[in-house]
């Protein structure tokens, strides 16, 4: 293996401390490795050439933690950070796991779930800003519903802002300098998830009494199990500025949440997605939120993290050569790739404007006749995948 491929912390690589420490359970069987503490986590990523990690409050202190274990736990996390140089990039709020949350937890049904939902929030946005976690992740994973009669969206969503809405408060507050970023999922673990897309979220941003603080978290497999185009995704976020954070994973279309390794599946599509992030400027953490397939040991852990940096690195080459192609550059030309961005009325709307476009000569049948080469193009894109362009 080539050393052009090994990441240092420049390429800004994260994992959640839940996903290289994922113990392999699942929803038919227990674990099959065992647990990593999270200083352990810290140092075997610092090892890689990782940037750092993220977590949710309860991924690095325990539900019931004593506030003596808090600081004991919390003293190693840092000393971890500060041997490694590792940075913590985002935090998040575990609102799916305690059976308190079963209806939901920002819009659960009862008020006094809500209500410790957003105090435990107001914790774990605290212990985020400890350790100086810039992003703040909200993943509804309970936030929704099975049965219709059970749950008025309006209502629901209604209560979804006005959470947000104080927690963006709270961390203007305190001078936190936080931005926060919605995660959407369509379903899973819930029957329908509210904001289940990018587009769903982009939407409810805009409702919020500080939009401006707020961006979405997409998801490779969350979008894929919606059957929606990534690239498409991430382009319309970033787009609309509010690209804040990325989850990296795999996964294919009609099936359950699978969390693969970046690249196990679709790398035609992933190419397509680090090119774009590339050519973006996004300067954001590449977070990866998947987990080492259950078979794999404890050791094939690391294998998996190593995977899904080198295959981003694998990836971003590819995309400056195929970007650097003069073959591409001439087929996207011949595509009239560079005239999707000409303004198609450049003078605006007038009344002469509409005259002039009434009065223009338009042969459909010349317009139907023009050549696309879309076929060369793609074939093109495929060789360079395949290593033979
Ligand atoms: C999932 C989600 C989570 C979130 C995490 C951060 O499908 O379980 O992707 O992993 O990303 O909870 O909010
Ligand atoms: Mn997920
Ligand atoms: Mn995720």
């Known amino acids: 293996m080539s050393d052009r491929y090994a990441p240092v912390p420049e390429d800004r690589f994260v994992f959640g401390l839940w996903t290289v420490g994922n113990p392999g359970r699942d929803t038919w069987g227990g674990a099959t490795r065992p ?40 003293g190693r996390f840092r000393k971890a950070l500060t041997e490694t140089g590792l940075r913590v990039t985002m935090a998040t709020t575990n609102l799916a796991f305690h059976p308190a949350f079963k209806d939901g937890s920002f819009t659960a049904n009862d008020p006094a779930v809500r209500r410790f939902a957003i105090a435990k929030s107001l914790r774990a946005i605290d212990l ?43 961390v203007v507050d305190r001078g936190y300098g936080m931005r926060f970023a919605i995660e959407p999922k369509p379903n899973e673990p819930r029957g329908d998830l509210f904001l289940p897309t990018v587009g769903h979220a982009l939407h409810f941003i805009e409702t919020l009494a500080r939009p401006e603080m707020v961006g979405v978290n997409p998801e490779v497999a969350h979008e894929t199990m919606a059957g929606l185009n990534f690239v498409h995704a ?17 996964q294919r279309i009609g ?48 294998d998996f993290a190593r995977g899904s940096m080198r295959t981003y690195l694998i990836l971003r080459e590819k995309a400056t050569r195929l970007a650097a192609d003069p073959r591409y550059i001439a087929l996207c030309a011949e595509a009239q790739v560079p005239e999707l961005s000409l303004p198609t009325v450049p003078e ?16 459909p049948d010349a317009l139907a006749a023009r050549v696309v080469a879309n076929e060369r193009l793609d074939q093109l894109v495929t060789e360079h995948l395949l290593g033979t362009a």
Do not use: M
């Not at 209560?159 to 709270?170: H, S």
């Open 128 to 170: 985020g800003a400890e350790v100086g976690a810039s992003t703040y992740v909200f993943w509804g994973g309970r936030e929704g519903a099975e049965i219709h009669a059970s749950k008025p969206v309006g209502p629901a969503l209604d209560r979804y802002r006005e959470a947000i809405d104080f927690l963006a408060d709270y």
């Open 255 to 302: 099936r359950y949440d699978q969390d693969y390794r970046f690249g196990q599946e679709d790398i035609k599509e992933l190419l397509f997605l680090v090119k774009l992030l590339e050519e973006s400027g996004y300067d954001g953490p590449l977070h990866f939120d998947s987990h080492a397939l259950r078979a794999e040991s404890a050791e094939g852990v690391w």
């Open 35 to 74: 647990v990593i503490a999270p200083d352990e986590i810290v140092r075997r990523l610092g090892d890689l050439g990782a940037h750092g990690v993220c977590f949710h409050d309860n991924d690095l202190i325990p539900f019931d933690a004593t506030p003596a274990d808090r600081e004991a736990i919390l």
């Open 234 to 250: 991430v382009g319309q976020a970033l787009w609309a500025n509010k690209l804040f954070h990325i989850d990296l994973n795999s």
């Open 348 to 363: 605006g709307f007038s009344g002469e404007a509409v005259t002039r476009l009434l009065e223009e000569h338009h042969d």
